[in-house]
């Protein structure tokens, strides 16, 4: 069964560090997402890609975040400088190109980050 | 804009026993709605989905819910609770239309299943 491919699965890092979130996304997948989920709450979408491009990162701070999908196939998120505040999961989802209702977001199993 | 609001962050029921949670939403346009399932250390899996057509939705696992446009709800059944269902659990809502198909969550419920 195809999934969505994250790495690494576990990142401690300290603060002030870089560090980069890779994503690999379901064969096919046009559209693909990051989303931050800090600890009891839901995930938040940071970014959504269709194809190489963005299409909202309007939740991204980008004083410090930066995504890209050069090819419109795996993707790439980077801190700069990791912050306290950043420590949570940063999930990568990828769904199918179109409006269908059918349209479902496949998730991956997230990186867990965690800032000292 | 589109918020959810899921009542009650920690839900606690006996094996065997009926599993209700409550998800709320808030959207301007028709929405779609989604049920999640997150188990520790793991991504989110698709429970159920309602988009158009019939407003009792059936999912994986025996869980079914229940779209009720007249009170914006959307809350997750399961008649007998199982110890495997021991999760969390969150709700979803997306624009029906557009091109911008970013889903925004509630805040999730946990669910402890009693011996």
């Known amino acids: 069964e195809a999934e969505v491919a994250q790495s690494p699965r576990y990142k401690i890092t300290e603060k002030s560090q870089a560090v980069a979130f890779w994503c690999d996304p379901i064969s096919g997948h046009a559209t693909l997402y990051w989303y931050r989920q800090i600890l009891g709450q839901g995930p938040e979408l940071l970014v959504q890609f269709q194809d190489e491009s963005v299409v909202d990162d309007s939740q991204l701070p980008k004083d410090r975040f930066s995504a890209e999908r050069l090819k419109g196939v795996d993707s790439t998120l980077k801190i700069q400088p990791a912050e306290l505040g950043d420590s949570a999961m940063y999930l990568c989802?990828?769904?199918?190109?179109?409006?269908?209702?059918?349209?479902?977001?496949?998730f991956g199993p997230g990186t867990r980050l965690t800032v000292l | 804009a589109q918020s959810v609001t899921q009542l009650g962050s920690h839900v606690s029921v006996s094996e065997g026993a009926l599993v209700l949670l409550r998800c709320n939403y808030s959207?301007?346009?028709?929405?779609?709605l989604f049920w999640y399932v997150q188990y520790p250390n793991q991504g989110l899996q698709l429970l159920l989905k309602?988009?158009?057509?019939?407003?009792l939705v059936k999912g994986i696992n025996g869980f079914e819910a229940e779209f009720k446009k007249s009170e914006t709800s959307f809350h997750l059944t399961k008649p007998s609770a199982h110890m495997s269902d021991a999760a969390e659990y969150f709700c979803a809502v997306r624009r029906s239309g557009g091109s911008n198909y970013k889903l925004t969550f509630g805040k999730g419920t946990l669910l402890t299943v009693n011996p």
């Open positions: 309602y988009t158009t057509g019939a407003t």
């Open positions: 989802a990828s769904s199918l190109r179109g409006t269908s209702s059918n349209n479902e977001q496949f």
């Open positions: 959207s301007s346009v028709p929405p779609y």
